[in-house]
């Protein structure tokens, strides 16, 4: 068996809540947990791809004419290390998990575009999607999910309470993506701004989401079984590959 690769910046939050959330779940292989100082990784060389969270994609990604927002910190050296680990991983139809961060990484490698920063594009205050730290399971928001998707399978629900920290999002969704899940309280032009993406193809396992499901699975309630139901599902595509 291969190992799951898990990409990031800084190992500690990764070793804390990742690692645990998918071993929980039934992961028992190997798992390699990589930094942008480490060498170019080939994600066709792993069972699956966990991108995980943290700072922002730079913009020359979708456009290279659009400026780096005020309230951006792009993290160029991860966004060289996971773009490579998206497109081999995809081009392999390797299993892949996007966490925040890693919803956007995998719309954007995919050919999508992001909103920089949601208070400045909503126009919503900036806690509505800021609300929770690194390590706690805090409840701030409702995401709606659609019906008629795996990720609404996995979740065994159509409407699940998340945490929430970040400031960019998805905005024009890759083409072999689909929009499946909505926070309705944060809208522009009446699109509700994006909580959640899964490939088009039904053979094909690619989920993002823009919560922390890391961080919930330890919690005794419908939110807990949400996130622990999507860890499942990722490690049952990872034994079948």
Not at 29 to 53: K, Y
Not at 198 to 221: S, T
Request: net charge negative.
């Amino acid at each position: 068996m291969k190992e799951l690769l898990i990409t990031c910046r800084e190992r500690g939050g990764i070793e804390r809540n990742y690692v645990p959330a998918v071993r929980r779940q039934g992961w028992n292989g190997g798992i390699r947990i990589v930094t942008p100082e480490q060498a170019p990784v080939d994600g066709s060389e792993f069972q699956g791809i966990l991108l995980s969270g943290g700072r922002d994609i730079h913009p020359r990604y979708w456009d290279t004419a659009e400026p780096v927002h005020a309230a951006a910190e792009p993290d160029p050296e991860r966004d060289e290390l996971e773009m490579r680990v998206v497109q081999t991983a995809w081009l392999a139809g390797v299993p892949i998990l996007g966490i925040c961060r890693g919803i956007q990484t995998l719309n954007v490698a995919l050919g999508g575009s992001l909103v920089q920063d949601i208070h400045d594009f909503y126009g919503c205050p900036p806690a509505n999607h800021r609300c929770a730290s690194d390590d706690t399971a805090a409840l701030c928001h409702q995401v709606e999910v659609d019906s008629q998707t795996r990720l609404a399978a996995f979740l065994q629900s159509t409407r699940v309470a998340v945490n929430s920290r970040h400031h960019q999002a998805v905005r024009v969704v890759a083409p072999e993506l689909r929009a499946v899940a909505h926070a309705p309280g944060t809208h522009r032009d009446g699109q509700a701004l994006i909580e959640a993406v899964e490939a088009r193809d039904p053979g094909r396992w690619a989920i993002g989401v823009q919560w922390h499901p890391e961080n919930l699975v330890v919690l005794d309630h419908a939110a807990g079984e949400a996130a622990r139901g999507l860890f499942a599902a990722f490690v049952r595509a990872l034994v079948s590959v």
